[in-house]
């Protein structure tokens, strides 16, 4: 063979060789690549941040440690039958929890058990069988901000059974079928700059929740109250909105007593402020009830010794302001109420010592 066919040959095979090589690489890249990322329980016990997708819950189980998911998910539902949760911290203290999204699971998206003084920052849960984010038994002083909670199948929030001194900032939760925040059980709790709007019930709901402080927060569009108290006594709400809620824009009621409101506005909602049964001894200052669609501005049925004072209720469908079913000892004092659909101000005269002074009122039957 000379060398010329021989170069030909060689040519000929390195050219085949060059041509299966493109279509092997081709056809690897249109073949269908199994589902990346790592899976069951992962248990950290130091820093750690993800680099992929996580298939199954984490578990934090140290103090003092971060866990970073650099914007990767925690994906459920979790094949560990002990551990049902997305990311789950018990009885650990100093512990940070950010940058993740968590769905998918049997039970909550993040679980705090006993948990003290620890962060939960930037992070979302979704589509889980029971609540986003929940702080249980004993979890105290931890900082939840710039969360995310939505179409979950239970609440956005949940602080319960002694979990006190807990900040909730920065937060939105929509679309879950129970509350945005739930608080029960648990007390001097702190809620700033949150919004939760469209959810199944309650915008914020506390039940034998005391000393807790809300400010500017927004409850909006929610299928029950946008706020509520049952049982719960000496909280602070401060310029938070209640718009566009199905039932009360502001509710106290079964015995929630020497709570003090101020600054806030019920708008377009079923009622505005609402105080019933038993509900004594709390201040109302600087308030607006306008426009709330098929009751009152401010309502107060049941309940005695409560004050108000220089607030205001325009073009309510009903009353201004009114008095029911026995409400005793109220004080009412420099309140401006005009153009609601019935009077402006009204005491159905069954309590007894109610106080009416220096009021504005353009219409009233007192």
């Given at each position: 063979?000379?060398?010329?066919?021989?170069?030909?040959?060689?040519?000929?095979?390195?050219?085949?060789?060059?041509?299966?090589?493109?279509?092997?690489?081709?056809?690897?890249?249109?073949?269908?690549?199994?589902?990346?990322?790592?899976?069951?329980?992962?248990?950290?016990?130091?820093?750690?941040?993800?680099?992929?997708?996580?298939?199954?819950?984490?578990?934090?189980?140290?103090?003092?440690?971060?866990?970073?998911?650099?914007?990767?998910?925690?994906?459920?539902?979790?094949?560990?039958?002990?551990?049902?949760?997305?990311?789950?911290?018990?009885?650990?203290?100093?512990?940070?929890?950010?940058?993740?999204?968590?769905?998918?699971?049997?039970?909550?998206?993040?679980?705090?058990?006993?948990?003290?003084?620890?962060?939960?920052?930037?992070?979302?849960?979704?589509?889980?069988?029971?609540?986003?984010?929940?702080?249980?038994?004993?979890?105290?002083?931890?900082?939840?901000?710039?969360?995310?909670?939505?179409?979950?199948?239970?609440?956005?929030?949940?602080?319960d059974y002694t979990s006190d001194g807990n900040l909730l900032r920065d937060s939105s939760a929509y679309g879950n079928g129970g509350n945005g925040v739930l608080v029960y059980r648990a007390h001097g709790n702190r809620f700033r700059g949150n919004v939760m709007y469209a959810n199944g019930a309650?915008?914020?709901?506390?039940?034998?929740?005391?000393?807790?402080?809300?400010?500017?927060?927004?409850?909006?569009?929610?299928?029950?109250?946008?706020?509520?108290?049952?049982?719960?006594?000496?909280?602070?709400?401060?310029?938070?909105?209640?718009?566009?809620?199905?039932?009360?824009?502001?509710?106290?009621?079964?015995?929630?007593?020497?709570?003090?409101?101020?600054?806030?506005?019920?708008?377009?909602?079923?009622?505005?402020?609402?105080?019933?049964?038993?509900?004594?001894?709390?201040?109302?200052?600087?308030?607006?009830?306008?426009?709330?669609?098929?009751?009152?501005?401010?309502?107060?049925?049941?309940?005695?010794?409560?004050v108000f004072k220089r607030n205001r209720a325009f073009a309510n469908t009903g009353d201004g302001f009114y008095l029911l079913f026995g409400s005793s000892y109220n004080t009412l004092t420099r309140n401006v109420a005009c153009r609601n659909t019935g009077v402006d101000a009204s005491d159905h005269?069954?309590?007894?010592?109610?106080?009416?002074?220096?009021?504005?009122?353009?219409?009233?039957?007192?």
């Amino acid at each position: 063979m000379t060398s010329r066919v021989r170069d030909r040959e060689v040519g000929e095979v390195r050219r085949r060789v060059l041509r299966a090589g493109v279509v092997v690489l081709l056809l690897a890249s249109l073949a269908p690549t199994a589902r990346a990322g790592t899976p069951g329980t992962m248990t950290i016990t130091s820093d750690t941040t993800l680099t992929e997708d996580h298939f199954g819950s984490i578990e934090i189980a140290a103090d003092d440690i971060t866990l970073d998911c650099a914007g990767f998910s925690v994906i459920g539902p979790s094949p560990d039958p002990d551990l049902v949760d997305g990311v789950f911290v018990g009885h650990h203290s100093g512990v940070t929890i950010k940058n993740c999204s968590v769905s998918g699971f049997a039970n909550n998206g993040f679980t705090l058990l006993r948990v003290t003084d620890s962060i939960l920052a930037e992070n979302t849960a979704s589509t889980n069988e029971l609540n986003g984010f929940v702080a249980s038994s004993g979890s105290k002083g931890n900082v939840l901000r710039e969360n995310v909670s939505f179409e979950n199948v239970g609440h956005g929030f949940g602080f319960d059974y002694t979990s006190d001194g807990n900040l909730l900032r920065d937060s939105s939760a929509y679309g879950n079928g129970g509350n945005g925040v739930l608080v029960y059980r648990a007390h001097g709790n702190r809620f700033r700059g949150n919004v939760m709007y469209a959810n199944g019930a309650f915008g914020f709901a506390f039940d034998r929740a005391d000393g807790s402080r809300l400010v500017d927060n927004v409850a909006r569009g929610n299928t029950l109250a946008g706020f509520i108290f049952t049982r719960a006594d000496e909280n602070m709400l401060a310029d938070n909105i209640a718009r566009g809620n199905v039932d009360n824009g502001f509710g106290l009621c079964r015995s929630s007593s020497g709570n003090v409101l101020k600054g806030n506005q019920s708008l377009r909602n079923y009622r505005g402020f609402y105080v019933c049964l038993a509900s004594n001894d709390n201040v109302f200052v600087l308030n607006r009830a306008n426009r709330n669609r098929v009751a009152s501005g401010i309502g107060v049925e049941r309940s005695d010794g409560n004050v108000f004072k220089r607030n205001r209720a325009f073009a309510n469908t009903g009353d201004g302001f009114y008095l029911l079913f026995g409400s005793s000892y109220n004080t009412l004092t420099r309140n401006v109420a005009c153009r609601n659909t019935g009077v402006d101000a009204s005491d159905h005269s069954s309590g007894v010592g109610n106080v009416w002074r220096a009021n504005r009122f353009c219409t009233s039957d007192i």
